[in-house]
């Protein structure tokens, strides 16, 4: 089975600070990949997404990731957080090869909630 | 263009009832999916729709089902309510796979 692995569960980080929110996946082929963002009660919002091509890839609000394939990795970056940034950020892997079955075409990660300290 | 719409955005129920969740998708996206949300679980996928057709289910109990639309409108129904069914419910709608799917702000389900 596919499956998306966000190492960690809460990251605290300065006002102006850099970030970097991790994100491996596990499928087969080539993956669609998404980050999406959540405020609390709120729906997904996505950030950004890579199909193929550049493996850097840039999102709304400064964001930007890197696909490595070696690493079967999607790491999310900012260079400065800002306070409202903090919310919780997932990542996904989206199935281009098949119907996903029991887990659906889109599979997300459990999140990192990302605090922002002034 | 209007995004997805999930209606209502909060529902209180008692335990034993039934409830019925809308979402209207983007104008133009025929595929519709939903997911479950809870703090313990993450966000589980329950059952996508493209063209009034279900295209895949989620490892969910039968109490769970849908349906879509000829407008590619879709709604979901829990039947039997239990407390372990409280959560965020996301619908998300998509052009196709490779445009990736836009999401509704969720309607909040509590039982009680």
């Known amino acids: 089975a596919q499956s998306v692995t966000q190492p960690d569960i809460h990251i605290t980080v300065s006002e102006g600070a850099s970030l970097e929110l991790r994100c491996n996946y596990s499928y087969g082929a080539t993956p669609y990949l998404f980050w999406y963002v959540q405020s609390p009660g709120q729906g997904l919002q996505l950030l950004l997404k890579y199909f193929s091509g550049d493996t850097l890839v840039q999102g709304i609000k400064g964001f930007e990731a890197e696909f490595k394939r070696s690493q079967s990795s999607f790491n999310l970056r900012k260079p400065s957080v800002h306070w409202s940034d903090a919310a919780e950020y997932f990542c996904a892997v989206g199935t281009p090869m098949n119907y996903g079955g029991s887990q659906g075409n889109l599979i997300f990660g459990k999140g990192t909630k990302l605090s922002v300290k002034p | 263009k209007a995004g997805v719409t999930q209606t209502p955005r909060y529902l209180i129920k008692t335990r034993g009832q039934q409830v019925t969740l809308s979402c209207s998708p983007i104008?133009?996206?025929?595929?519709v999916s939903w997911y479950q949300q809870t703090p313990g679980q993450g966000l589980q996928f329950l059952f996508e729709y493209f063209s009034e057709t279900q295209r895949n289910k989620g490892n969910f109990p039968g109490r769970f089902s849908g349906r879509q639309f000829s407008n590619s409108r879709s709604e979901m129904n829990v039947s039997t309510l239990e407390l372990g069914d409280s959560a965020l419910y996301l619908c998300a709608s998509s052009l196709d796979r490779a445009h990736g799917y836009t999401f509704g702000s969720g309607t909040r389900l509590t039982v009680v």
């Open positions: 104008s133009g996206h025929r595929s």
